[in-house]
C-alpha cells in the first residue's frame, strides 16, 4: 500500500497590544493565522472565554473543517458518479462539554446537516447514499476522536 506525506505549514501570530498575561483578564485572544499565498485569518477565543465575539474560534473553525471536508469529498464522488450537484449548503453544528471550571474540555460531537440539491434526473438514492462513502474519505472527520454525524437533505432542482 502506497503513503504519500502531505505537509501543512502556517504561521500563529498572536495579537497582543496590552499588558501581556499578567492576569487571566489582562490579554487579548486575537490571533492571526498566515498561509503563503493566500489571505489571513484572524481568529479569537470563543467569547466565554473572553475571545471577540465577531471573529471565529478555534472551535467553529473545527466544525468548518469537518463541514467543508465532507462537502468536497461528497462532491467528488458525485461527480465520479455522474451524480450533478447544483447546490449545497450545510447548517452544521459541534457540540462541546468543559471540565474543571471550564480548563479542560472536548467535543463530544459534530453533526453535519447538508442540504444538496442535484440535477433533474439524478438518482437521490445514490446521492444520499455516497454521503456515508465522503465521511469515509474525509481526512479530518478520520482525524478526530469523537462522532460526525451526517443528516443529508437531498433535493431534486
Known amino acids: 500500500m502506497s503513503k504519500d506525506t502531505h505537509d501543512y505549514r502556517l504561521a500563529l501570530t498572536w495579537d497582543e497590544r496590552g499588558p501581556g498575561t499578567i492576569d487571566y483578564r489582562s490579554y487579548s485572544r486575537t490571533y492571526r493565522i498566515a498561509i503563503d499565498g493566500k489571505p489571513e485569518l484572524v481568529g479569537s477565543a470563543d467569547p466565554t472565554f473572553r475571545g471577540d465575539p465577531k471573529l471565529p474560534n478555534p472551535e467553529e473553525l473545527l466544525v468548518a473543517a469537518l463541514s467543508s471536508c465532507h462537502m468536497l469529498s461528497y462532491l467528488a ?6 451524480i450533478v450537484v447544483v ?7 459541534g457540540t462541546m462539554i468543559t471540565r474543571d471550571g471550564g480548563w479542560s474540555g472536548s467535543f463530544t ?13 439524478g438518482d437521490d438514492a445514490k446521492a444520499r447514499a455516497l454521503h456515508h462513502d465522503a465521511h469515509d474519505g474525509c481526512f479530518v472527520a478520520a482525524s478526530v476522536n469523537f462522532p460526525v454525524r451526517c443528516e443529508p437533505t437531498i433535493v431534486i432542482a
Open 77 to 82: 464522488l458525485c461527480a465520479r458518479a455522474k
Open 87 to 93: 447546490a449545497y449548503t450545510d447548517d452544521a453544528s
Open 109 to 121: 460531537e459534530v453533526v453535519l446537516r447538508p442540504r444538496v440539491t442535484i440535477a433533474p434526473g
